[in-house]
């Protein structure tokens, strides 16, 4: 009895994440799960007490069941399942329009509203906006965030093009954003970094040297000849 006594005062105690109520972190209060792979997840036990999981199911039972009756059929889709979200602990359907899917086309275990504030929440720190920039460049262009760094400080933070820097402000308002990553879109090599204007003006003219000519002709025309606008063009020279 005696070690039976001090063995139960080692027994940790862990709070449900629904409930808030602290149980002995013993299967007699918690569910276990197991990864696909059969070892234990994390402590191998679930972060919700027994009643609560069991809750939750009769619950998902029981909207399920109406929506297959067909009282929900206003709203929902007959085929509909039920899933709870596991940040905001909503029972939604489970379908596109309340979560997102991941790069395996499943849909995630929170929802579309618990994503996006994540996202916005992550992105508000500095280093993590400036990281996932880093990421982005990575996965696009095949650019590290050190070639981007030297490609910077070679042509003197400034715009290839028109020589200025960035003018466009950042989300947070926090400041100037970075300079556009310019690429040819036939091959995908990088040619250099564009402020958002000049790189923008490229996108639009589809990259042709032939219609840069043209709009090059276009405005120098015009600029020596300004009473032009409503005589016709013909040649011009």
Same mark, same amino acid.
């Given at each position: 009895?005696?070690?039976?006594?001090?063995?139960?005062?080692?027994?940790? $105690?862990?709070?449900?994440?629904?409930?808030?109520?602290? =149980?002995?972190?013993?299967?007699?209060? $918690?569910?276990?799960? =197991?990864?696909?792979?059969?070892?234990?997840?994390?402590?191998?036990?679930?972060?919700?007490?027994?009643? *609560?999981?069991?809750?939750?199911?009769?619950?998902?039972?029981?909207?399920?069941?109406?929506?297959?009756?067909?009282?929900?059929?206003?709203?929902? %889709?007959?085929?509909?399942?039920?899933?709870?979200?596991? @940040?905001?602990?909503?029972?939604?359907?489970?379908?596109?329009?309340? $979560?997102?899917?991941?790069?395996?086309?499943?849909?995630?275990?929170?929802?579309?509203? *618990?994503?996006?504030?994540?996202?916005?929440?992550?992105?508000?720190?500095?280093?993590?906006?400036? &990281?996932?920039?880093?990421?982005?460049?990575?996965?696009? #262009?095949?650019?590290?965030?050190?070639?981007?760094?030297?490609?910077? +400080? #070679?042509?003197?933070?400034?715009?290839?093009?028109?020589?200025?820097?960035?003018?466009?402000?950042?989300?947070?308002?926090?400041?100037?954003?970075?300079?556009?990553?310019?690429?040819?879109?036939?091959?995908?090599?990088? +040619?250099?970094?564009?402020?958002?204007?000049?790189?923008?003006?490229?996108?639009?003219?589809?990259?042709?040297?032939?219609?840069?000519?043209?709009?090059?002709?276009?405005?120098?025309?015009?600029?020596? &000849?300004?009473?032009?606008?409503?005589? %016709?063009? @013909?040649?011009?020279?």
């Amino acid at each position: 009895m005696q070690d039976e006594f001090t063995q139960s005062l080692f027994i940790p $105690f862990h709070t449900c994440t629904l409930c808030g109520k602290s =149980y002995p972190r013993t299967p007699d209060f $918690f569910y276990t799960q =197991y990864k696909r792979d059969g070892t234990p997840k994390g402590d191998g036990m679930r972060s919700r007490c027994k009643d *609560c999981s069991d809750s939750a199911k009769t619950k998902g039972a029981r909207i399920s069941q109406e929506c297959r009756a067909g009282k929900r059929a206003a709203y929902l %889709p007959k085929d509909a399942t039920f899933a709870e979200c596991t @940040g905001c602990v909503k029972l939604l359907p489970r379908t596109d329009e309340f $979560f997102y899917r991941d790069t395996k086309g499943n849909l995630r275990r929170r929802c579309r509203d *618990c994503c996006n504030a994540d996202t916005r929440a992550r992105h508000a720190v500095p280093k993590n906006r400036q &990281h996932h920039h880093d990421r982005m460049r990575k996965n696009n #262009f095949g650019l590290s965030a050190q070639e981007y760094q030297s490609m910077s +400080r #070679f042509q003197g933070g400034v715009c290839a093009i028109c020589g200025q820097p960035e003018r466009r402000l950042a989300r947070d308002r926090s400041g100037p954003r970075n300079l556009s990553v310019d690429h040819d879109h036939k091959t995908g090599d990088v +040619r250099g970094l564009l402020c958002g204007g000049c790189n923008g003006g490229l996108g639009y003219f589809c990259d042709s040297v032939e219609i840069l000519e043209a709009a090059i002709k276009y405005l120098k025309y015009h600029r020596k &000849h300004p009473d032009a606008l409503l005589e %016709p063009q @013909g040649d011009m020279a």
